[in-house]
């Protein structure tokens, strides 16, 4: 090389100098810095840093993060978001910051822990906004009349306790008794419409976890949700903001003016963390030794589910906490919170999960506080008097179990309770649409199945929406459109179903 051009490479380099130094702002800077005086179980207890606030984002050293969880005198009770190696003594620095999660279309068909870092091995997520964890909820002002339909694919749900856009729906019941699975199929049933779905599994074992991911991409649209894991194994932190991560990748969509649903397994193991968390910084415990706060955290994470007004999109935000009970006890402390804070409550039975009424939704204590206003017009039409049928079917049940023989009518209700059980009977990982509901709710209704074996109501269960389809493609795409019907369209399809119903009966019996 050259004299003349070590010269030139000189000055180059001088120059690039210059204008990182022009860049750099000459002025005093502050750091805030605290000490870590005891650590332990994910839980830091911080001395320092008088001016921390709640929930400020804490930094213990590189790619190393927790949150304050609880301020006191002289002390900070930090939740740590990793498993790292921390010793007392070590420095940790305010950042001014609040726990935060990435957005957007880019977690679409993803598996992502509760900071939205991928765990299904395709790459790093790239997106461009994120969201705080904590949100506030809408406004009152901002909210509108829950009235639009969320079709979970389960009849019994979908024709006695109809869900709406924006509303928030407890399922509880013991453990093993299908809460999970009416969740997934509820998801399932989004295949084809406008809802996209998150679900976030709590505290869950890897095999029941992985058996949903594997359902939704067999028998879903995987495009259309975000599946948040907070593990067993991972830092109590991490799965306490579970849920509220969840809400906030949500909620991108609904400020959007789309529709979301999200999907919370379990709540009573997310009620479990804060008590882990809380009795480790000290907190006070109560009932069951949870702290007096943890009906406040779920309160502000449920309230965040909204129907918007049409001045702020028209989206919607649609909330299914999941919590388990022991021995079928709703009077325990967390499901007695959850039931006052949510909507209504899908109860799910063991007795009649054991005797394989599947899903074993208990009719008589289940309930949606919404009501008849945001189900399907066309089902509403036909449900007419179903659940007071079946809730009077299973009162003479009972009693006819001690003996003697029932008059006619007795006779006659008895016949048809049965098949309106079998009618709501249904396997998982099969929701069915609207217009296979309201074929088989209208047959039940009418008394179409009661001269026939309950055998054969199985073969039919998808069978006769599908033929209302062919036949009356017309009043089938009214229905799927969420008309309602007339009595002359009514008359007119229960006699296509009649019919079909003898013919089917006819090819499937012995001669």
């Not at 009501?371 to 079946?390: F, K």
Request: net charge negative; with cysteine; proline share 6%.
């Amino acid at each position: 090389m050259s004299e003349s051009e070590t010269q030139d490479d000189d000055k180059a380099w001088l120059v690039r100098v210059r204008s990182k130094l022009s860049n750099i702002a000459i002025a005093p800077q502050t750091e805030r810095t605290g000490r870590v005086e005891e650590i332990g179980d994910g839980v830091a207890l911080i001395s320092g840093l008088p001016d921390a606030r709640l929930d400020e984002l804490l930094c213990f050293g590189e790619d190393c993060y927790g949150f304050a969880h609880s301020l006191e005198e002289g002390r900070i009770g930090c939740v740590l978001l990793d498993d790292a190696k921390i010793e007392a003594g070590a420095p940790v620095y305010g950042t001014s910051e609040v726990v935060s999660v990435p957005v957007g279309p880019t977690l679409l068909g993803r598996v992502v822990d509760p900071l939205g870092r991928p765990l299904d091995g395709k790459g790093e997520i790239l997106s461009e906004e994120r969201l705080p964890v904590e949100r506030p909820a809408p406004e009152i002002i901002d909210r509108d009349l829950v009235v639009q339909p969320v079709q979970t694919g389960t009849l019994v749900i979908d024709a006695l306790f109809p869900i709406g856009r924006g509303q928030r729906e407890l399922i509880v019941g013991d453990r093993a008794t299908g809460k999970t699975t009416v969740a997934t199929d509820t998801i399932l049933a989004q295949k084809d419409n406008d809802i996209i779905c998150v679900y976030v599994a709590i505290d869950q074992k890897t095999s029941s976890v992985q058996r949903v991911i594997d359902a939704i991409r067999k028998r879903g649209n995987p495009d259309r949700c975000i599946i948040v894991v907070a593990r067993p194994s991972q830092s109590p932190g991490l799965r306490w903001i579970a849920p509220f991560a969840a809400f906030s990748m949500a909620e991108y969509f609904r400020d959007k003016g789309q529709h979301a649903i999200v999907v919370m397994d379990d709540l009573s193991k997310h009620a479990d963390t804060h008590r882990e968390i809380s009795l480790l910084t000290g907190r006070a415990p109560g009932r069951e030794a949870y702290p007096g706060d943890i009906f406040y955290v779920h309160a502000r994470l449920l309230e965040r589910a909204a129907k918007l007004s049409p001045e702020k999109g028209g989206g919607s935000l649609t909330a299914l906490p999941v919590a388990e009970t022991e021995a079928g006890n709703l009077s325990a402390y967390i499901p007695t919170n959850l039931i006052s804070i949510t909507d209504g409550q899908i109860v799910l039975d063991r007795k009649l999960f054991d005797q394989g009424q599947k899903p074993a939704v208990d009719v008589g204590v289940s309930v949606s506080r919404v009501g008849g206003a945001t189900q399907a017009p066309a089902l509403r039409d036909v449900v007419s008097s179903l659940r007071l049928d079946y809730a009077q079917y299973t009162e003479l049940e009972t009693f006819t179990r001690f003996g003697g023989l029932p008059d006619a009518h007795v006779r006659q209700q008895l016949l048809r309770g049965i098949r309106i059980r079998s009618v709501l009977r249904q396997g998982p990982q099969a929701p069915l649409n609207l217009v296979q509901e309201v074929a088989l709710v209208a047959a039940a209704q009418n008394g179409l199945f009661d001269a026939y074996p309950v055998c054969l109501i199985n073969t039919m269960r998808e069978s006769l929406g599908n033929h209302l389809c062919e036949a009356l493609p017309d009043l089938a795409k009214a229905i799927a459109d969420g008309q309602s019907l007339s009595t002359a369209e009514k008359t007119k399809f229960l006699a296509v179903l009649k019919n079909y119903i003898v013919n089917h009966v006819a090819a499937h019996t012995p001669a």
